[in-house]
């Protein structure tokens, strides 16, 4: 058992942690001798669950997400690795030099908060917040925390103007289309636009595709690679590995001459 002494006119703790080590942490002047036995109890919690650590010891957060980054490196595709380093980079300044067990829902509701308050958009927030939560969760894995704060924060649900936002997809008619078409001089594109329309590929499953993934015969595609910032890379999922039935006029226009659609020319 811990106790609470008294040096001069501040109180300080004493106890041991989970590795058998004796601590002593100094109270800020004012402190009462109440808030030192709550801080003592928190402590003590913290080594009956492994997760004491000396305060000078509490990595920042940014020391954290360094971490998690490269660690994450090793497991992911390398484009996918991006979007989670640009998401260390560039979205969590007011955390970066925050010791990672100070942060508590508060702080991270106000995070929530103020990316909605600047009009972010609601996908990118919660998007940054699955990598927040992640690095989060390796703190607690690395028991540099005991919880995820994140996990009992309020997540965002609507717009700053409190307007639940809504995703828009915009269908084309039959007539659109067919304005489009006429409107594509180029056979190459013709035959990208027509292919696209018709199958639903996205853009870097069709700007990945070979002539050998076409199967004349039962008039099909197989898709098998996508194009992404520069680079052909295989399907994350099974589900993204699939044949897709081929339209008769689909058929004619690659049977006539059409011819996929050079990465290069994507920007």
């Known amino acids: 058992m811990g106790t609470v002494r008294k040096r001069g006119d501040r109180y300080f703790l004493d106890f041991y942690d989970q590795h058998g080590q004796r601590q002593r942490h100094l109270m800020s002047s004012g402190a009462t001798k109440a808030q030192a036995k709550d801080q003592l109890r928190a402590c003590e919690e913290m080594v009956s669950k492994g997760t004491f650590l000396p305060a000078k010891e509490v990595p920042q957060f ?25 998401h260390v980079r560039n979205h969590f300044n007011e955390l970066n030099d925050l010791k990672v067990n100070r942060i508590t829902i508060a702080t991270l509701e106000k995070f929530i908060t103020g990316r909605q308050v600047q009009g972010m958009n609601i996908g990118t927030l919660r998007t940054i917040l699955v990598s927040l939560g992640q690095i989060l969760s390796y703190a607690v894995r690395h028991k540099y925390i005991d919880h995820n704060p994140l996990r009992e924060a309020e997540r965002p649900r609507e717009q700053a103007n409190g307007h639940e936002e809504e995703d828009k997809i915009a269908i084309i008619t039959p007539g659109q289309i067919t304005a489009l078409l006429e409107q594509v001089q180029d056979q190459k594109y013709h035959t990208f636009f027509l292919t696209a329309i018709m199958t639903g590929a996205r853009q870097g499953e069709l700007v990945g595709l070979k002539w050998g993934d076409l199967d004349w015969e039962i008039k099909q595609v197989y898709i098998q690679r996508t194009f992404n910032k520069g680079r052909f890379l295989t399907p994350k999922t099974k589900g993204s590995r699939r044949k897709i039935d081929l339209a008769p006029t689909v058929i004619r226009e690659l049977k006539n001459g059409g011819l996929p659609v050079p990465p290069t020319t994507w920007t």
């Open 62 to 86: 940014a020391e954290v997400a360094r971490e998690w980054v490269a660690y994450k490196r090793l497991n992911l595709r390398e484009t996918t690795w991006e979007v989670y380093e640009g």
